[in-house]
């Protein structure tokens, strides 16, 4: 399953975002939000966080980080939202 929410905060231990629908607690992720910073002033980066959900509603889930990095990214032709994050449900 996949989705596209907003950020909502984020910290070095946990993530919350908006979601299109709940999301089951227990639930391996992989979240990936355009980071707003840029490398040496122009490279593009993005957080990827792998965890799991510990929280959920009809619109958003909390998810405990296990592991994160921030890698490069290309440019988008136009934005979208400010920070948006994607969600990819992990395999088992």
């Keep these: 399953m996949n989705g596209v929410g907003k950020t909502v905060n984020v910290s070095s231990s946990g993530m919350r975002f908006t979601t299109e629908h709940a999301l089951s ?3 391996p992720v992989e979240v990936t939000a355009e980071w707003p910073a840029l490398i040496d002033g122009k490279c593009l980066m993005k957080l990827v966080i792998k965890g799991w959900v510990v929280r959920s509603d009809s619109n958003s889930a909390a998810v405990k ?3 994160y990095e ?3 990214r290309k440019p988008k032709a136009a934005a ?3 920070y948006p994050s994607t969600f990819t ?3 088992s």
Excluded: D, M, N
């Design 25 to 27: 607690v227990g639930t």
């Design 65 to 67: 980080i296990e592991h």
């Design 70 to 72: 921030f890698r490069t």
């Design 80 to 82: 979208v939202l400010p």
């Design 89 to 91: 449900k992990a395999a």
